[in-house]
């Protein structure tokens, strides 16, 4: 049976305060990213920004079964890559990529989980959509999220804003509850049934992730052990909001109006 563990107020409070250093950090990343910037220096923003707001990162040193621990305090993906890209010194940004920044921090004892994808000057009008059509797809499932409705409603209002306009949901990896620990309970699909799944409940915080590839959901990990690549090479694009189910209906904990325009 899911375990989900519901804040307290004063938790909360905490979350906002990692929310808003997480939000911090991934703006700080997207004022520098331009052609020429290496994910090296981007990587290097992250640090300072984190050691500046007092915090740890979440992602340096982090470890699942079976991997290395993860080198960097921000994932960075570009183009057909989904998450985990690891930043490098020989890895420039060129006119027309996208990239995928993914960071978290670890702050009064508590996670912020924050994703965004940013375009590197001007690109295509297919990688254009595909950002709108992600970004939106995450706003959709997080307007899900209310107290009464089922986990599978917030999946399934991901994966039809992507599907219904012809792209695919990444199905290997999955949003995530947050708080004291990166990943806690439940687990939040792409993907999903409405209606079903874990009933919703004031004070449960979720990361909740929108991975949406041009074709089709197929991924494979390159031999650096954390890369995440599509199959067939199509842009890919990921977005990701730290969320706080109240009483009366979701907030968003990242919130950066500046960066996300909405």
């Not at 909360?12 to 929310?19: L, Y």
């Not at 059509?133 to 307007?143: D, G, M, P, Q």
């Not at 804003?161 to 012809?166: D, K, L, Q, T, V």
């Amino acid at each position: 049976m899911t375990r989900v563990r519901i804040k307290s107020q004063s938790e909360i409070e905490a979350m906002r305060r990692s929310g808003k250093a997480a939000s911090t950090i991934l703006q700080r990343i997207g004022e520098a990213i331009k052609p020429g910037v290496s994910t090296y220096e981007l990587n290097q923003i992250s640090r300072q920004t984190i050691e500046e707001l007092g915090g740890t990162s979440s992602f340096l040193g982090y470890q699942f079964p079976g991997h290395n621990p993860y080198p960097a305090t921000i994932c960075v993906s570009l183009n057909e890559q989904i998450v985990h890209g690891i930043p490098s010194k020989d890895v420039l940004l060129n006119e027309g990529d996208i990239v995928g920044i993914d960071t978290a921090i670890f702050l009064d004892g508590y996670h912020g989980d924050n994703a965004f994808t940013f375009s590197v000057g001007e690109i295509a009008p297919d990688a254009q959509e595909l950002l709108d059509t992600t970004r939106v797809s995450l706003y959709r499932a997080i307007e899900a999220a209310s107290p009464g409705n089922r986990l599978g409603d917030v999946c399934f209002a991901l994966q039809d804003g992507a599907e219904s306009h012809g792209f695919s949901v990444v199905r290997d990896f999955s949003g995530h509850g947050i708080g004291r620990q990166l990943h806690e309970e439940p687990q939040v699909p792409t993907y999903g049934d409405a209606g079903r799944g874990v009933r919703l409940m004031a004070g449960m915080t979720l990361a909740i992730e929108a991975m949406v590839n041009v074709g089709n959901s197929d991924m494979r990990v390159l031999d650096d052990g954390w890369t995440a690549v599509t199959t067939d090479g199509s842009l890919s694009a990921l977005f990701e909001h730290t969320v706080v189910i109240l009483s009366d209906g979701p907030e968003i904990l990242t919130d950066n109006s500046e960066l996300w325009g909405k």
